[in-house]
């Protein structure tokens, strides 16, 4: 066999391949997981997709059944609702697919395990978003996010499931809302189901999902948790899974945190999630 015909052999072996990966390619679909499109990163289930530079991922279109991210699908998923602000994403019903944009991380991907925060710009309201596949991989307190998800409530909070993220910017890591004890948590918010409860007997406005900071000698220990009371006869827990050395009893501490619900029967008692363990201070 000369040169010229095993080239030309080669060639038609290789077009023969590049025929039929072509046919196999279009018995494939590759749900959304994640995406860097060079502005912006779409996270999500087990795959990671790079793709070349190109324009960010801030938006989607809608196709019949489909929602098209940037030259990516992003799988059979109905259209989000678009709501304006976190607040407005708790006045729907469970079940809801809701599209969030432009909210700040108030937690990074190695703060908790399962799920992480986001909060208004404002500072007036906040959610979980679960995560039970992953972190965000990079995500970042400060990085400026969308969201699109299913709205749930586990153990009367609400959050996000199931959801779609894109990282489309940074901001400066937002400060805690500082308040006593008796605040922690505030009263209900909406017609219930929908909003969020508050604790049992709770007064003000409704703190669940935002980073706060409170202050308190510790008056009680347990295995995960300290409680802290800060004169007012108002406890409030303070979980101490993310600290490596949880606070002692009679100690005062300064507490930064999200705002969470504990829930160990009919009451709904007040809960403070640390971040790690520069949010507790003794003093």
């Not at 994403?89 to 599209?99: I, R, W």
């Amino acid at each position: 066999m000369n040169t010229r015909t095993s080239a030309i052999g080669m060639l038609c072996a290789l077009l023969t391949l590049i025929a039929s990966c072509c046919v196999f390619a279009q018995g494939y679909k590759i749900d959304w997981y994640s995406i860097n499109s060079g502005g912006g990163l779409v996270t999500g289930g087990g795959y990671k997709l790079n793709s070349t530079v190109g324009q960010p991922a801030a938006g989607f279109t809608k196709s019949t059944s489909f929602l098209h991210w940037i030259g990516f699908w992003a799988g059979e998923v109905p259209e989000p609702e678009v709501v304006p602000d976190i607040g407005a994403a708790k006045m729907l019903p469970d079940g809801t697919f809701v599209s969030i944009s432009g909210k700040i991380a108030t937690t990074s991907e190695a703060d908790f395990t399962g799920f992480f925060y986001i909060e208004e710009e404002g500072r007036f309201s906040g959610i979980r978003v679960a995560m039970p596949g992953g972190p965000v991989a990079g995500l970042l307190r400060g990085h400026v996010v969308n969201v699109i998800g299913t709205l749930t409530t586990i153990g009367d909070e609400r959050q996000l499931s199931g959801p779609i993220v894109i990282i489309v910017g940074t901001h400066a890591p937002l400060a805690p809302v500082g308040m006593p004890n008796r605040t922690v948590g505030g009263g209900d918010m909406g017609s219930l189901p929908l909003g969020q409860y508050g604790v049992t007997d709770g007064v003000g406005l409704n703190t669940v999902g935002l980073l706060i900071q409170t202050w308190g000698r510790v008056t009680a220990t347990g295995d995960g948790y300290v409680v802290v009371d800060d004169g007012s006869g108002t406890p409030v827990r303070v979980d101490t899974s993310t600290l490596a050395s949880p606070p002692d009893s009679n100690e005062y501490v300064s507490v930064i945190g999200i705002s969470s619900l504990y829930k160990p029967g009919a009451d709904r008692l007040r809960l403070i999630l640390p971040r790690g363990g520069s949010d507790v201070d003794s003093y």
